[in-house]
């Protein structure tokens, strides 16, 4: 079954710098996702992304936050100035479509800010 | 109100019984129900799908809504060792975004 790719598995970051998660979502998928779990906390939606532009963001999603599909394959999600409460695994989501379309995660960047 | 919420948990049960797990939902209008099994530290892996009321079977598992009380469950039949997860109910509350619970841990004791 075709899978979607996330890169780095684990990201270890200074408080202030910039990190850039890398997704490589289903090939004949058309919406992308971003979603965030803290340890023990629950999964929560930050973004979706569809023809080119945000379709829709959460309250997490501020200013700090940015996604970009720089070529036909990559969505990637950028953190300009990471904080400590960034730490959390990403998930990366695809889908085919919306509504009832099931949603396809890749495997997660955990990322740590120090 | 919390858009999505589950019965806490965790839940422990004897191998070969029945694991039964509930969510309640907040957005009178969401049509799409899902049921994600996460093990620790590993992606929300889907294994139910529900849109209309009454039940849907697939194999060990059967999934329950009834949107006039917006409600969902998940019946696990005979469950094994393997099943023990983190089990999430998931809600689609607009074309765009899933909600989640918090997930409700079922531990399978052989």
């Known amino acids: 079954e075709p899978e979607v790719t996330q890169t780095p598995s684990h990201q270890v970051t200074q408080m202030g710098q910039e990190v850039i998660l890398r997704c490589v979502p289903i090939?004949?998928?058309?919406?992308f996702y971003w979603y965030r779990q803290i340890l023990g906390q629950k999964v929560e939606f930050l973004v979706s992304f569809y023809n080119n532009e945000i379709s829709e963001k959460s309250e997490i999603f501020d200013d700090q936050f940015s996604v970009e599909r720089p070529d036909g394959s990559n969505f990637t999600l950028k953190i300009r100035s990471t904080k400590l409460e960034d730490s959390a695994m990403y998930f990366c989501?695809?889908?085919?479509?919306?509504?009832?379309?099931?949603?396809?995660f890749g495997n997660g960047t955990r990322l740590t800010v120090t | 109100q919390k858009e999505v919420e589950q019965n806490s948990g965790p839940l422990s049960v004897p191998e070969g019984a029945i694991a039964s797990l509930n969510c309640t939902y907040s957005d009178r209008v969401s049509q799409s129900f899902f049921w994600y099994r996460q093990y620790s530290g590993k992606s929300p892996e889907l294994i139910m799908s529900i849109y209309s009321n009454g039940d849907k079977e697939d194999g060990r598992f059967t999934a329950q809504l009834n949107k006039a009380s917006q409600y969902v469950s998940l019946l696990i039949r005979d469950s094994q060792p393997s099943d023990s997860a983190t089990y999430l109910c998931?809600?689609?509350?607009?074309?765009?975004?899933?909600?989640f619970g918090a997930g409700t841990t079922v531990t399978v004791r052989a």
């Open positions: 998931a809600v689609r509350m607009d074309d765009y975004k899933l909600s």
């Open positions: 090939s004949n998928h058309l919406y």
């Open positions: 989501a695809s889908s085919e479509g919306t509504g009832a379309r099931r949603l396809h």
